[in-house]
């Protein structure tokens, strides 16, 4: 989990409001006051936070404002410790570092209509999109669904910002009789329209029954986490070749690739390991690759895997490395 050096942003903190019960927004900007690289809606940082380790946050600003970024964080009780120790130890002018900006969840440019569906904390890169559309001229529609008001983010600035017609907000927490039907919602597939999703399993789980007849290519989702516990360890010892570096690793039973590459000494870069981030994505050469990831598409599933989760089916197989 380490980072290359020419990847490296030194981020000071200059601002933490509170949006809800549980949920935190960030500014972040050059200690000296400079510019920061750009990016485009849908992009994330790398975060490197002391103790935690390496944490995927969206950017959930407007790309065209570059003397900060934005990112708004969720507190998870039971998670892996890094939004708990950003909501309980991160303060004002702390220093962060990250990579530049990356973006695995980026607008097409060639629809003439976007559906924008957020979840919770799914809202954050949904909301810079909006901003992005928005100032394109590009017709959108943005449909955020939470618990209740406490458990969303950018509700009021939504409200004020994005035009009513635009908007839809669904609150479903049991003191809220609101549902919102997919089927119904997308029952109509066009072809010059994208649907962009972001949110808990059971919402993206909805989203992707309904659109089963869209065309593949026209709807994208982001993960934050996996839809439930992944038992990532292969079910057969198989070998992994390294096709650059001429190397032959073994993999064993319970074991994943990542955990063997690293076990002699591989340095593979990685965050989530739970087939969500996309950090570990590798090329493979040959072989019989069992997906286990949430996020690769089907094309990219034809040269790719994501190392964290992902198996073999047969008993060699080759890697771009």
């Known amino acids: 989990m380490t980072f290359k050096p020419f990847h490296h942003l030194t981020l000071r903190v200059s601002s933490i409001k509170r949006l809800g019960n549980a ?5 972040l ?32 600003g407007d790309p065209a404002v570059r003397n900060r970024y934005e990112i708004a964080v969720r507190r998870i009780g039971d998670g892996r410790g890094g939004s708990r120790w950003i909501h309980d130890r991160l303060s004002v002018g702390d220093v962060v570092y990250s990579s530049l900006p990356r973006n695995h969840f980026s607008l097409g440019p060639a629809y003439a209509e976007y559906i924008l569906i957020a979840g919770g904390i799914g809202i954050t890169p949904l909301r810079s999109m909006t901003f992005e559309l928005g100032r394109a001229g590009k017709p959108y529609s943005l449909w955020y ?49 994208a649907v962009y999703c972001c949110g808990p399993s059971t919402l993206m789980n909805a989203v992707r029954e309904a659109t089963r007849h869209w065309p593949q290519e026209a709807v994208h989702f982001e993960a934050f986490a996996p839809a439930c516990a992944v038992e990532p360890g292969a079910e057969h010892a198989f070998e992994v070749e390294l096709a650059r570096s001429h190397r032959t690793i073994s993999v064993q039973e319970g074991q994943t690739i990542l ?63």
């Open 23 to 27: 949920i935190v927004c960030l500014e």
């Open 29 to 60: 900007e050059d200690p000296d006051g400079w510019e920061l690289p750009p990016f485009t809606a849908g992009a994330h940082l790398d975060l490197h936070l002391p103790e935690a380790g390496v944490r995927q946050y969206s950017l959930s």
């Open 145 to 193: 669904c939470a618990r209740d008001e406490a458990h969303a983010a950018y509700v009021d600035e939504l409200r004020a910002r994005v035009p009513r017609e635009r908007l839809s907000l669904t609150f479903t927490g049991p003191e809220q009789s609101a549902r919102l039907d997919f089927g119904a919602l997308l029952r109509e597939a066009r072809a010059d329209t």
């Open 259 to 321: 955990q063997a590459l690293r076990e002699h000494g591989v340095e593979v870069e990685s965050s989530c390991e739970a087939g969500v981030c996309r950090a570990c994505k590798t090329d493979y050469l040959d072989g019989l690759p069992v997906h286990r990831d949430l996020v690769l598409s089907v094309d990219e599933r034809r040269t790719s895997m994501l190392i964290c989760v992902s198996g073999c089916s047969s008993k060699r197989i080759v890697l771009d490395r």
